[in-house]
């Protein structure tokens, strides 16, 4: 499959068009980002990491239901996916106590709530990614509550089924954000889920294997990537 025309370049990937107007591939870069694109740095690995993970959780959540717009791989850092138009919607899900959470509530990180979180970002960088429920996602004309209703459950399953998935890695699945685009009429999960996405925290020492090691100055970034990596175990 050949990339024609750049469409769009965000700040961790790029896309580009297809013969197929349905077909889109995306490619990942080894750019890293945080606080709203105020600090920028380069995680060497990361493109391929986080594309090959993508790929192999959104195959394994095809299998539990969750519709995805993963085609296929097409190389380390390539993939087709199909051409959905992005829902503006961060769908963030948190099991444990972190980051903005944390702050906002003052409360420590890694407590664990007693329900699962789910929560909206209105994705707009001039912004800054407000925080907005499912109300001000209807009165803004964002999605519908049909919409709203399917990107919930799915949210869920997305958590259950990665939640056991990371654990029988020794690994504790904090939080998440995912989006969602449409296709075809049906609501479909996109963009991708890797440790830029996720956090990631070694069940038994606790030790953080995800972006917060580059947004807090933690070093071993790219181990951290790696361990990850090497526990998924994709050949
Ligand atoms: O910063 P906050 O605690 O709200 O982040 C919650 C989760 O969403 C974290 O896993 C973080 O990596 C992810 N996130 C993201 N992209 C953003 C904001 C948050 O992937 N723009």
């Known amino acids: 499959m050949e990339k024609l025309e750049q469409l769009y370049e965000g700040k961790a990937k790029k896309v580009f ?6 077909v889109l591939i995306v ?35 095809e299998k539990k239901g969750v519709p995805t717009h993963y085609i296929e791989e097409l190389n380390d850092r390539e993939t087709a996916v199909k051409a959905v ?14 980051g903005s959470f944390a702050k906002k509530l003052r409360m420590e990180e890694g407590i664990k709530l007693k329900t699962p979180t789910l929560e909206f970002s209105y994705k707009d960088d001039d912004l800054g990614d407000p925080f907005i429920n499912g109300y001000y996602a209807l009165a803004l004309d964002l999605a519908t509550q ?10 869920f399953k997305v958590n259950e089924t990665l939640i056991n998935y ?7 699945l904090i939080d998440f954000k995912i989006e969602f685009g449409r296709y075809k009429g049906d609501i479909i999960l996109a963009d991708e889920i890797s440790p830029d996405t996720c956090r990631l ?35």
């Open 201 to 235: 925290w070694d069940k038994e020492t606790h030790e953080k294997l995800d972006k917060d090691r580059f947004r807090r100055d933690l070093g071993g970034v790219e181990d951290a990537y790696a361990e990850v990596f090497k526990r998924l175990g994709i050949q």
């Open 27 to 61: 490619s990942y870069k080894d750019d890293a980002t945080a606080f709203n694109g105020e600090k920028k740095g380069t995680i060497v690995g990361k493109g391929a990491i986080n594309n090959r993970m993508t790929n192999h959780l959104f195959k394994l959540l």
């Open 146 to 155: 049909d919409e709203i209703d399917k990107i919930a459950s799915y949210a």
């Open 17 to 22: 068009k297809t013969a197929d107007p349905d």
């Open 166 to 172: 990371f654990d029988g890695l020794g690994i504790d």
């Open 85 to 98: 138009k992005i829902v503006p919607l961060e769908v963030i899900v948190r099991n444990y106590s972190a």
